[in-house]
């Protein structure tokens, strides 16, 4: 069966100078976990945050899991400061790795769970020898980098491809996508399959998260 719909707010967009109250607000405005932007200058051309600021949050008494989406390179030095900190999944883009097996199984043997992330100019095909050994797969309807960017509509296609696989092989596998995801594409997002959506801005540039998440979680079919 496939996994539930999870709405997982990106951080990127919220206010950094009070990021512990941002995250519990939008999390008692019923997120389901968090996405955690890295980025490191080198990889994409921005930087953000890292390991402390993540074990910060968790002090800070955040609890629900969080996603870090490594938007670095090289990135198996700080895998393990990402688990320390609370990782509960790691994920990574395959070219950011020299060996994305070897990758994998680091994550893995920290016992955290273990994403891919593929950009939009990234084929499928990096992931046929290693599916079955992920646990979501992220595509980005967005060039890596920044919040706030336009939805790449040719990512709807690559969705249908993906769940697709993801079906033929094990649909316990979470298909994710990042990137410019609002009212306007939320239904074609969803309809095309996936079901854990990551959403910076239209969230965290709204005056209310509750009323803009509750709209998001009103389209999907259980609700
Ligand atoms: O990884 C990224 C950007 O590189 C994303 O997670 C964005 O930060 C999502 O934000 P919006 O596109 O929804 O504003
Ligand atoms: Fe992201």
Request: hydrophobic residues 45%; glycine residues 8%; charged residues 15%.
């Amino acid at each position: 069966m496939m996994n539930k719909f999870l709405i997982a707010p990106s951080i990127l967009s919220a206010d950094f100078a009070k990021l512990g109250e941002e995250v519990l607000c939008v999390i008692s405005a019923g997120a389901d976990m968090l996405h955690f932007d890295v980025m490191d200058n080198h990889y994409v051309p921005n930087l953000s945050i890292g390991p402390m600021v993540l074990k910060s949050l968790r002090n800070y008494g955040v609890t629900v899991p969080v996603d870090v989406h490594l938007m670095i390179k090289p990135i198996d030095g700080l895998i393990s400061d990402f688990v320390d900190a609370g990782a509960h999944c790691i994920s990574f883009h395959p070219e950011a790795t020299e060996n994305i097996d070897r990758s994998i199984q680091l994550i893995r043997k920290h016992g955290c769970g273990v994403g891919l992330v593929l950009n939009p100019g990234t084929t499928l095909e990096c992931l046929k020898y290693v599916i079955n050994k992920v646990d979501v797969i992220t595509l980005m309807s967005v060039n890596p980098g920044f919040g706030g960017q336009v939805f790449l509509p040719e990512t709807l296609n690559k969705i249908r491809q993906t769940r697709k696989l993801i079906n033929a092989i094990d649909d316990t596998i979470s298909l994710a996508v990042d990137g410019g995801i609002n009212f306007g594409n939320f239904n074609a997002v969803r309809e095309s399959g996936a079901n854990i959506f990551i959403i910076g801005s239209a969230i965290f540039n709204s005056t209310n998260y509750h009323d803009v998440i509750c709209r998001f979680r009103s389209m999907l079919p259980q609700y």
